[in-house]
């Protein structure tokens, strides 16, 4: 966790670094080395910003809007965390897990998910979709007005391996007037 922090703090960006909890990012299941407090005190030494059902205004053109994972029970809506923003201007909303786009959908312009790994191990993404739990496993998905993308992430959960998908850095250029 340490070593992750601080290659994320090193990373030269020209409108910062924002962080959202996960859901096993607070203890779930308790069989990490560190506590939440642990890793909330290494994020903001090495200057990433936490968002907690917060946003914060990127010069003056674009909205961060992070939510708190589906299993805080006081979670905010999406269209309650965007209701007095400027629709003018982009919206990229970060929710760790996929599966609010009904309610994501029209109230962002992108939102970034990750969660399920890209499915892991095969059958679990396809269980993962048949059962709701999800509703994209990987990929790049358009609803409405709104761009989805599921990122299959850098590493694994509990288990040290992956079936049927891979490890990646997902890099998007969005380029000029979004709107």
Request: aromatic content about 10%; proline content about 1%.
């Amino acid at each position: 966790m340490i070593i992750a922090t601080k290659a994320l703090g090193k990373i030269n960006t020209k409108y910062g670094i924002y962080f959202i909890y996960g859901n096993h990012d607070k203890g779930y299941f308790n069989y990490r080395d560190f506590t939440e407090e642990d890793l909330r005190k290494e994020l903001n030494k090495n200057n990433i910003t936490i968002l907690e059902d917060e946003s914060t205004l990127i010069n003056n053109s674009f909205y961060v809007v992070g939510r708190q994972d589906k299993t805080e029970i006081d979670r905010l809506s999406a269209k309650e965390l965007v209701k007095d923003f400027d629709k003018n201007k982009y919206i990229i909303m970060l929710d760790h897990q996929p599966n609010d786009y009904n309610n994501e959908m029209n109230n962002a312009d992108l939102v970034l998910s990750g969660h399920t790994h890209g499915g892991q191990l095969i059958p679990l993404g396809k269980i993962g979709l048949m059962i709701k739990a999800n509703d994209k496993v990987y990929g790049l998905e358009k609803r409405g007005k709104t761009n989805f993308i599921v990122s299959s992430g850098i590493s694994d959960w509990a288990l040290k391996f992956k079936t049927g998908t891979f490890s990646e850095y997902v890099i998007i250029n969005i380029k000029g007037n979004v709107k």
